[in-house]
């Protein structure tokens, strides 16, 4: 259905509520062209040491070759 439009606060105020949350999945589309609003989900995450696995078309050189990529992928546990 193409998804749905998401506040950053709206999903970090679900993760809050959920006490048996350990680690929080980006996934498709493709995350590396939505960083901004990941890397705030992703700092957020950190914050309550939640792990973070992200799934991404990019190779890894593409990610490293792209200081934005790089930077949201810095904040991740697994690249898949």
């Known amino acids: 259905n193409g998804g749905y439009i998401r506040d950053t606060s709206e999903i970090i105020n679900e993760i809050d509520e959920n006490p048996l949350l350990d680690g929080i999945t980006l996934s498709g589309g493709e995350p590396m062209l939505q960083i901004e609003p990941l890397k705030e989900l992703c700092k957020a995450a950190r914050l309550r040491k ?3 696995v992200i799934y991404s078309g990019f190779t890894f ?3 490293m070759d792209d200081p934005n990529k790089k930077a949201l992928l810095e904040l991740c546990d697994m690249l898949i």
Do not use: A, P, V
Request: aromatic share 0%.
């Open 61 to 63: 050189e593409q990610i």
């Open 50 to 52: 939640l792990n973070i």
